[in-house]
């Protein structure tokens, strides 16, 4: 298992290349909060907890200034097994997006859908893209 994670943990990396600017001063990187959640969810309630995740990353990466980015996907093997990539523009937009009505909203209506939940803490090694990525919004 620990082996699909560090494979799922590459693709959130070249995923969050995407939403992170290669023209970012290195100061601005260092202070940015980067996190994976691994996440386990009960098979009885796996449609709908895709749903509440679906719809609270949308909901905070539109109305969040300081989520620079976040995304999620599962284990096809393993479908409940869920990964979350987190970029927030530092510690404080992270505490500031914990405190917010969709987070709440989200956390409190999935509770009960989460069998477990790890937190990594992360640091990046190197982040790049291909700026026409940016342009399209569909992977």
């Known amino acids: 298992m620990k082996i699909k994670y560090a494979v799922i943990t590459s693709l959130f990396c070249s995923l969050a290349m995407i939403a992170l600017s290669c023209k970012t001063a290195s100061a601005q990187q260092n202070?940015?909060?980067?996190?994976?959640?691994?996440?386990?969810?009960?098979?009885?309630?796996l449609a709908a907890y895709r749903a509440a995740l679906a719809e609270h990353i949308e909901t905070a990466v539109r109305a969040e200034p300081g989520v620079l980015a976040l995304q999620a996907?599962?284990?096809?093997?393993?479908?409940t097994l869920v990964?979350?990539?987190e970029v927030y523009a530092s510690d404080s937009a992270y505490q500031a997006h914990l405190k917010t009505p969709h987070f709440l909203k989200y956390k409190n209506g999935t509770f009960k859908m989460v069998k477990s939940l790890e937190l990594v803490e992360a640091a990046p090694i190197a982040l790049a893209f291909r700026p026409e990525l940016l342009q399209n919004k569909k992977l």
């Open 83 to 85: 990964t979350v990539f």
């Open 73 to 79: 996907v599962y284990d096809k093997a393993h479908p």
């Open 31 to 45: 202070s940015r909060k980067i996190r994976m959640a691994k996440i386990e969810i009960y098979p009885a309630y």
